[in-house]
C-alpha cells in the first residue's frame, strides 16, 4: 500500500510520498508560526520526524524542490542535512538521498536567504557529481559547469528532461515510477526565468496489486506552460502521461492556472482548451487537492485560492464522482494533513472524524494561568 | 420521479420534540462531526421510537467490491427503552445486499448489523462520536469488501428471542439423505424462550410420542445467502427455496408421504426444517461453504400433512387422498425460525483451545483424586488423549471440595463418573473408558488382567496421579509396555507441584527419577521445607506424596492447570525430567526448578537388583582420586525397595573429619555424621536413609575386599540385620565393586 500525505500549511507546499519502502518529500515549506496556538498550520519537521520515527526511517529517499519559491523551500536550511558546509550538519538533521532540483536552481543569479542556501547545497552536489537530479538541461547550466571545470559529459546521468522517467525508480523495480512533464529546456533559457514556469512537473504511476493509479504534481504551473505539456504530451502520443487519479493542483488554486480569465462572482473558470482536457483525464472517484488557505467567498484577495477556480475543480470532482480537497479545510475549523492510501482499490481519501486524543496529541495545549 | 430512498412511516418531529436521551446526544454530536448531516427527525409509536434520519459521507477507494455510494441516506432509530442497539437502516433502495446485514421481516430498508458484542457490553463505552465512526467505518470496509470476519456471522441482534436448535450431531454428520430424523428433546414454549436441545430418539422407546421429528434440505447454490428475510409460513418458504423444476412443497410432500407418519408415533410431533444452503461466490462456482437454517413449525405434523394436501383428518383419523390436493400449499401452517446449533466436535473442541489436534496420545490415568480428576478434565475438554481411567475409591461428600466431579455423584466410582462425564462432551465420540479398581487387583484378576495388558501396551503415556509412592513403583515396574510413565503429586503442603516423567527411550525409570528428586531435596536449599508436614498433620503414618490434607481447591486447579499444560508438552520432550512448580503464597507467583537428571546404572547382585546413577559413580571417584595415595570413603545414602528387592544409592556422606585415611588403611570417622542423616532423614521424610559404606583402594588396586574389609563387612551385617536390610559395602579401586548381603 502507498500513502501520500498533503501538509495543511496554508498556501504552501508539501507532499509526502510513502511507497514501497521508499520515501519521497515533494517540496518543504515550514510556514507555520511558532508560538502562534491559532496558526492552523501543521508543524511540519514535527510531523515530518513523527513519521519518520513511527516508520523507522532515517533518510529521504529523494527530496523534490519544484522551485525556489518560499511557498516551497521555507525553512528547508533548518531541517536537513546539506552536504555543503559544516553549520548544516548536526545529527537530528534529516539527510536527503538524492536532491531532486529544476535546472533554475542551479543557474538562477540574485538570490537570498533558502533559495541561495538550495543553490549551494545543489551546486555543491553538482560538483561532487552524485546524490543529485536536475531537471532539464538548458545550456545555460552546462556553460556554468564548463566555468567551474566540470566536464558536463561526466554529468549527464545526473540530468533528466522533459518526457522521461526519473532513472532512480522503475514500475518493475519499486512498483512506482516517475515520469518527468517539465520543465522545458526552453524555459530556463529564457533572459528572465519565471520560476513557476520553470517548476518541475511529475506523474507519478503506482502500481497495487496490478491496479495502477496515477498522481499528478501540479507544482505552481500556469496554464500557458499546462498547454504547453498537454500539446507536447499528445504530440508524441503520451497522453496516458496526463491520466491521473489524484491531482495536486497547481499553484494553490490560481485561476492563472486555468486561464487569463478569472471569472464572475460566482461563476467557475473557464479553463483553456488544453487545460480543460487535462482535467477530462482524471477516472472516477479521483482526489483533487487544492494546497491552500481555506477557498473564500469574496474576490477581496487578488492572491489565491480564487473561489472561481475552485468552483472549476469542484465541478471536475463531482463528474467523477470523486473529491475536491482543500489541505487548509480538512476538515474545516481543525486542518489535518492530507492523506490518501493507494492499494488495489484505487485512491481512498481517508475521510476519519479524529478521536479526541489525537487531535489533542497533536498540538500543543492551549495556555493555561 | 420517484425517490431513490426508501419513505419511513412515521410522524416528523421538531428538534425540541426530542425526548430520547441517547437520540438528544446523536442529534448534538452530528452537528460536531465531520461527514455526517441531518436529513430529518421522526418519530413512531408514541414518543417509543425517534428516527434520525442522517446522510453519511463514506470513505471510498476509487473501486469498490459492493456498491456503497459516497452518500448513504440512513435512518437510525433509538428506542426508549434503550434496551437494544439503535437500529441502523439503510434508505436507498438500491441498497446492495452484502454480508452483516439483519435478518428482518421485510427485506428492504436493509439493517445493518454493526457490532458482535452485545448491547450491554457496548452500551458501557457507548458514544454517539463512536456509533457514527462505527457506521461509517461498516459502510467503508463494505466497499472494500473487507468487513467480513472468517466463518462467524454476526448474530443478528434484532431476534433477542429467537431460539437456538441445538442438535445431537455436527455439520460434517448432516447431509441431505437426512431426510427424516427422528429427534427427541425438551423445550420450553411458554414464558422466557431458552433453546430447542435434541437429542437422537432412542430406538427402544419407540412407542412414545416424539416431540420432534427433523428433515434436512439442500437448496441450490446461490451467491451468498438466500433467506434475507423471515419466511411466515410453508408456503412462504417454498416461495424462496424452489426454483426451476425444483418445488419446496412437493419435494416436502414426497419426503411427509415417505415416513409413513400413520404407522409411527409422530402425528403429533412438531415438524422442524433444517435448511443447508450452499454459498458460491458466483453462480456455478464451486461450494466454499454452507449456512445453516431451521423453522418449526408450530402445528404437528398431523396438521401439516392435512394443510399441505397428503391428508384429510376424519373424526381425528388420518385419511390419504389418493391424489395430492395442489392447492393446499401450507399457507395457514405458521413457521418460526431456529437458530442452529451443531454439537461440539473433538474436532471443534481442539482448535478452540489451539490444540495441535494431529497428536492424541492413548492415555492411561491411574489415580483419579482431585489433582488427576481436574487434569483429567482439563485435557479431555480440549479433546486431548484417549483415556483409560484406574481407580477403585468412589465419590465421597469432602471429595467434593477438590474433585472435578459434583454432589449427583455421590456414592459412585468416581472413574466411572469421569468417563461419563468425559463422553457426554462430544456426543458419540467417547473419550475415554475406565476401570474401577485397583491397580495392582486388575492384574490379579485373570479377566481383568487381559484387558488391561492390552490398553497399557498399546497406550503412551501411564500417567500416576496416585500420590502413592507404591503405586508409583508399581507403574514404573509391573506394567509391561513401552509408554512413558510420568509422576504427577503434590508436596505435603500443597504448595509445590512435582513433575518426574520419564523420556522417550526410558533411560531413566520413573523409580530412578524419584531418587534423583529425594537427593535434589537435600542438596538444594530452595527445597529445605518442600517435604516438610504442615503443621495441622494429624496422622499415624508420614507420607511425602499426600493429597488428604488442607488444601484448597484453587491450589489443586493451579497445579492441575501446569500439569495438564505440561502433558500436552510431552510428546515433543524426548528427554525425562523432573520438575518442581514453587507456588509463592504471598503473590501467587508460580517458579520452577528444574532437577539435574544424571545417567541411570543398574547392577545385579544375585536376587538384588542395584540401582544408581552416574552422580553417585563419579562423586565416589572424584573423591578417591582426591585423596590418593591415601584411602579414603564415607556412608551411602539410599533407600531399599524391599518388595522388588532394589537397592538404591543415591548419595554419600564423604569421610568425617575425625575419620583416618592411610595409604593402605581407612577408618571411617563419626564426627557430624548423626546429625548430617538425621537432617537428611528429616528432610526426605525417611525416604532416603544410611544403607551402607564405602571406601576406596590404593592407586592401582583392584576393589577385592582385604581381610580387614571383610570383617568390617560382617561387622555391617550384623548391625543392619537389625533393620532387616542387608549390608552393603563399595570398594572404589581402579574399578568399582558392589557388596550387598554377602562378600
Redo the contacts between chains.
Keep these: 500500500m502507498s500513502k501520500l500525505k498533503f501538509h495543511n500549511l496554508g498556501n504552501a507546499d508539501s507532499c509526502l510520498v510513502n511507497t514501497s519502502g521508499r520515501t519521497i518529500l515533494i517540496d518543504y515549506a515550514n510556514t507555520k508560526e511558532a508560538d502562534n496556538d491559532d496558526d492552523k498550520r501543521v508543524d511540519l519537521p514535527k510531523e515530518l520526524d513523527e513519521f519518520l520515527e513511527e516508520n523507522d526511517i532515517s533518510s529521504f529517499d529523494a527530496v523534490l524542490f519544484t522551485h525556489a519559491d518560499n511557498d516551497h523551500i521555507k525553512g528547508f536550511a533548518d531541517y536537513f542535512y546539506l552536504e555543503h558546509a559544516d553549520k548544516y550538519q548536526s545529527d537530528e538533521r534529516k539527510k536527503i538521498n538524492e536532491l531532486w532540483v529544476p535546472a533554475a536552481v542551479i543557474v538562477e543569479k540574485n538570490l537570498k536567504d533558502d533559495a541561495k542556501i538550495l543553490r549551494a547545497e545543489a551546486r555543491h552536489r553538482l560538483k561532487e557529481g552524485e546524490r543529485i537530479l536536475i531537471f532539464s538541461k538548458p545550456d545555460e547550466i552546462v556553460k556554468w559547469m564548463e566555468d567551474n571545470d566540470i566536464d558536463p559529459k561526466e554529468r549527464e546521468h545526473l540530468f533528466v528532461n522533459a518526457g522521461d522517467l526519473v532513472p532512480s525508480f522503475s514500475l518493475s523495480k519499486d512498483s512506482f515510477e516517475v515520469f518527468v512533464h517539465s520543465p522545458f529546456k526552453a524555459t530556463v533559457d529564457e533572459k528572465e526565468i519565471d520560476r513557476n514556469d520553470a517548476a518541475v512537473c511529475v506523474q507519478f504511476t503506482f502500481n497495487e496489486g496490478n491496479?495502477i493509479?496515477k498522481f499528478i504534481a501540479g507544482a505552481d504551473i500556469t496554464h500557458p506552460v499546462w498547454s504547453d505539456i498537454v500539446n507536447t504530451t499528445k504530440h508524441f502520443g503520451n497522453e496516458h502521461r496526463l491520466e491521473w487519479?489524484i491531482f495536486k493542483i497547481s499553484h494553490h488554486c490560481s485561476y492563472l492556472s486555468l486561464s487569463d480569465e478569472q471569472g464572475d462572482g460566482d461563476v467557475a473558470t473557464e479553463p483553456v482548451d488544453e487545460v480543460e482536457w487535462l482535467f477530462e483525464q482524471g477516472?472516477?472517484?479521483?482526489v483533487l487537492v487544492s494546497s491552500s488557505k481555506e477557498i473564500p467567498d469574496n474576490d477581496d484577495d487578488k492572491q489565491p485560492p480564487h473561489r472561481q477556480a475552485a468552483k472549476f475543480y469542484k465541478k471536475v470532482a463531482s463528474k467523477f464522482?470523486?473529491d475536491f480537497i482543500v489541505t487548509m479545510e480538512n476538515?474545516?475549523n481543525n486542518p489535518q494533513p492530507t492523506e490518501i492510501t493507494i492499494?488495489?482499490?484505487?485512491?481512498?481519501?481517508?475521510?476519519?472524524?479524529y478521536a479526541s486524543a489525537s487531535v489533542i496529541s497533536s498540538r500543543p495545549a492551549p495556555r493555561a494561568g | 420521479m420517484e425517490s431513490e430512498y426508501v419513505e419511513i412511516s412515521a410522524k416528523a418531529i421538531s428538534l425540541e420534540e426530542l425526548v430520547i436521551p441517547k437520540a438528544k446526544d446523536f442529534l448534538r454530536t452530528i452537528s460536531q462531526l465531520n461527514f455526517v448531516s441531518l436529513n430529518k427527525l421522526l418519530q413512531r409509536d408514541e414518543n417509543k421510537v425517534e428516527i434520525i434520519v442522517i446522510d453519511v459521507e463514506v470513505e471510498l477507494g476509487q473501486r469498490r467490491k459492493n456498491d456503497i455510494k459516497k452518500n448513504e441516506r440512513l435512518a437510525v432509530e433509538f428506542h426508549a427503552t434503550d434496551t437494544q442497539f439503535p437500529e441502523v437502516l439503510a434508505l436507498r433502495k438500491t441498497f446492495p445486499y452484502v454480508p452483516h446485514l439483519n435478518i428482518k421481516d421485510e427485506e428492504i430498508p436493509r439493517s445493518l448489523c454493526l457490532y458482535d458484542q452485545s448491547y450491554e457490553i457496548e452500551r458501557i463505552t457507548w458514544t454517539s462520536a463512536k456509533f457514527i465512526e462505527r457506521i461509517r467505518d461498516w459502510l467503508a470496509l463494505t466497499a472494500k469488501g473487507k468487513l467480513h470476519q472468517p466463518d462467524q456471522p454476526l448474530e443478528p441482534y434484532l431476534h433477542p428471542t429467537i431460539c437456538d436448535l441445538i442438535l445431537p450431531f455436527s455439520k460434517k454428520d448432516i447431509t441431505i439423505d437426512a431426510n427424516f430424523l427422528e429427534l427427541d428433546g425438551y423445550y420450553e414454549m411458554e414464558g422466557k424462550f431458552y433453546s430447542i436441545v435434541l437429542r437422537k430418539a432412542d430406538p427402544k422407546k419407540t412407542k412414545k410420542e416424539l416431540l420432534f421429528v427433523a428433515t434436512v434440505v439442500e437448496t441450490n447454490p446461490l451467491a451468498h445467502g438466500v433467506i434475507r428475510k423471515n419466511p411466515n409460513n410453508i408456503e412462504e418458504l417454498s416461495e424462496l427455496l424452489s426454483y426451476g423444476d425444483y418445488s419446496f412443497i412437493e419435494s416436502l410432500r414426497e419426503r411427509i408421504d415417505s415416513w409413513q407418519c400413520e404407522k409411527k408415533p409422530i402425528l403429533q410431533s412438531k415438524l422442524i426444517i433444517i435448511l443447508r444452503l450452499p454459498k458460491v461466490r458466483e453462480l456455478n462456482g464451486s461450494i466454499e461453504s454452507y449456512e445453516y437454517r431451521a423453522f418449526y413449525t408450530e402445528d404437528s405434523l398431523k396438521k401439516v400433512g392435512e394443510n399441505i394436501g397428503l391428508w384429510d383428518i376424519h373424526e381425528g383419523k388420518v385419511g390419504k387422498l389418493l391424489a395430492v390436493d395442489e392447492n393446499k400449499k401450507g399457507n395457514n401452517l405458521k413457521i418460526n425460525p431456529l437458530n442452529p446449533v451443531f454439537k461440539l466436535s473433538r474436532d471443534e473442541a481442539g482448535s478452540l483451545s489451539d490444540l495441535d489436534s494431529s497428536i492424541t496420545p492413548k492415555i492411561v490415568a491411574v489415580g483419579l483424586g482431585a489433582i488427576g480428576s481436574q487434569v483429567f478434565m482439563n485435557l479431555s475438554k480440549m479433546g486431548y488423549g484417549e483415556w483409560t481411567l484406574i481407580d477403585e475409591d468412589k465419590l465421597l461428600p469432602h471429595n467434593l471440595v477438590r474433585h472435578s466431579l459434583t454432589g449427583p455423584w455421590i456414592g459412585r466410582p468416581k472413574v466411572e463418573a469421569m468417563t461419563f462425564e468425559a463422553n457426554s462432551l462430544f456426543q458419540d465420540e467417547l473419550v475415554s473408558k475406565c476401570f474401577p479398581d485397583n491397580l495392582s487387583k486388575i492384574f490379579q484378576s485373570d479377566e481383568q488382567k487381559l484387558q488391561a495388558c492390552e490398553i497399557f501396551s498399546s497406550s503412551d503415556l501411564i500417567l500416576d496421579m496416585t500420590a502413592s509412592v507404591a503405586a508409583s513403583r508399581f507403574i514404573a515396574h509391573e506394567i509391561d509396555s513401552d509408554a512413558r510413565r510420568i509422576s504427577i503429586f503434590v508436596n505435603p503442603t500443597g504448595r509445590d507441584l512435582v513433575i518426574l516423567s520419564e523420556g522417550k527411550e526410558r533411560k531413566q525409570s520413573l523409580d530412578s527419577l524419584e531418587m534423583q528428586y529425594y537427593r535434589e531435596i537435600v542438596s538444594n536449599n530452595n527445597l529445605k521445607e518442600h517435604l516438610k508436614l504442615p503443621k495441622n498433620h494429624h496422622r499415624y503414618a508420614n507420607s511425602c506424596r499426600d493429597v488428604s490434607f488442607v488444601l484448597s481447591q484453587d491450589s489443586v486447579a493451579l497445579h492441575s492447570a501446569i500439569a495438564s499444560k505440561y502433558l500436552k508438552s510431552v510428546p515433543k520432550q524426548d528427554d525425562s525430567s523432573a520438575s518442581i512448580w514453587k507456588t509463592n503464597l504471598d503473590d501467587f507467583t508460580v517458579s520452577k526448578i528444574d532437577i539435574p537428571i544424571y545417567e541411570q546404572r543398574v547392577f545385579s547382585i544375585g536376587e538384588w537388583t542395584i540401582v544408581t546413577d552416574n552422580y553417585f559413580i563419579e562423586k565416589l571417584e572424584k573423591a578417591r582420586e582426591a585423596k590418593l595415595p591415601n584411602e579414603t570413603g564415607g556412608v551411602i545414602v539410599g533407600s531399599y525397595d524391599m518388595e522388588r528387592k532394589r537397592c538404591y544409592l543415591v548419595d554419600s556422606i564423604l569421610s568425617p573429619e575425625d575419620s583416618k585415611e592411610w595409604p593402605t588403611v581407612y577408618i571411617r570417622g563419626s564426627r557430624g555424621l548423626r546429625q548430617k542423616l538425621k537432617s537428611i532423614e528429616e528432610s526426605t521424610l525417611g525416604m532416603l536413609e544410611y544403607i551402607g559404606e564405602w571406601h576406596s583402594h590404593p592407586k592401582g588396586c583392584s576393589p577385592a575386599p582385604s581381610s580387614d574389609d571383610r570383617k568390617a563387612f560382617l561387622w555391617l551385617t550384623e548391625v543392619m540385620s537389625t533393620n532387616g536390610h542387608p549390608a552393603l559395602m563399595v570398594i572404589v579401586g581402579e574399578i568399582m565393586a558392589f557388596y550387598l548381603g554377602t562378600m
Design positions: 491496479e493509479t487519479d477516472n472516477d472517484g479521483c464522482e470523486g476538515p474545516k492499494d488495489e482499490d484505487g485512491a481512498t481519501l481517508k475521510k476519519r472524524n
